[in-house]
């Protein structure tokens, strides 16, 4: 089941970022500046980050196995339909229905692993499927340019697209919840389930469960949700970055050809991958030896988040090697930083984890909102050093919202309102 999770996230981010291959040649062909760049690669967060909430709400309601393919086919369509448009327009409003059909996307990964783990096992399952961002866009980026430079452009997001509506169809046939996963035996989902996963037995009487505005008004009134809020924002404009400006920046700015900037950049992917494999694991690790989740679950955090401040270095050298070796360091504390997933499903009340699920993302999806146009008007004169400095801020925001806002690291409980 987590090998599923795992290649959907894969696919998830080969969504988001072709565009970042592709806007070279977008660029040129439709004569756009750096600003209506910056527009265009954070068309997909407006909706992706305001459908959040609703998405966490949603997943709530409807099994993964339905949710998944039906949003999964819908953005692989909206992406396939990128390589037939012709303006700027148009390709914001496909970016724009991408974003709004990936937004259920982690709230479901994290209620997947939530149902399928035991909290002791819990980092490391999120670390395997959040890797998926990393090791595919590693791998993939190099293909992806190649890809391009034999179909284009409008090539490039075509196969994207066919590549996605595929595996919505797999994910359908295969994916099963644990009550009812006819290889899950009993003892299985007892150990899953002392161990502090939501299995829900087949045989469980459903309770309808209705939306209420005091359960959105819970997710927003406790300080160490807004710990973890604000770290996300943080660490999401380190990602987006990567996500989007990272290839233009090591082309138009640093000089690197359009082949060689594709395998450069996926260096730093796989430091993160590194770095968020080894995050998760050794978070697990020491909760099994006894280590409070104070310390275990947030060190690696903490020093992720020290580490991603890396990237401002590269404003300091003009040698390729030391570039890249300052923006993979700056990427690995990305990585370990990236289980903040884990986080969610440790704190939030055990009835509302997708609705904080979805709180979480939308927190974090205002950076992938917001820090491309701010990256476009702080690049408009040709400089990126102010961009750089700006990320690397943030990285120590983040670090402080971690170290001083969540506190102990236990579930809550919501306070029940007095009758009067």
Sequence with gaps: MLFYVFITVVINYLDRSNISIAAGAIGGDLDLSTVQLGLLFSAFAWTYSALQIPGGVLTDYVKPRILYPVILSLWSLATLVQGFVGSLAALIGCRAAIGAFEAPSYPINNKIVTSW????????AIAVYTSGQFIGLAFLTPVLVLIQSYVGWRGLFIVSGMVGILWAIIWYEGYRDPGKHEKANQAELDYISDGGGLVEDATQKKVKKEFSWEALLQAFSYRKLWGIYIGQFCLGSLFIFFLTWFPTYLVNYRGLDFIQSGFLASLPFLAAFVGVLLSGFTSDFLVRKGWSNELARKAPILVGMLLSMAIIGANYTNNTTLIIFCLSVAFFGNGLASIGWVFVSLLAPKNLIGLIGGVFNFIGGLSAAATPIII???VEDGN???????????????????????????????KKRQLS
Aim: proline share 7%.
């Design 117 to 124: 783990f035991p909290e002791k096992e819990r980092a490391s």
């Design 376 to 378: 476009g008007f702080l």
């Design 384 to 414: 990126f050093e102010p961009a750089l400095f700006y990320i690397g801020a943030l990285a120590f925001v983040g670090f402080c919202s971690y170290l001083f806002l969540i506190g102990k690291v236990q579930r809550i409980e919501p």
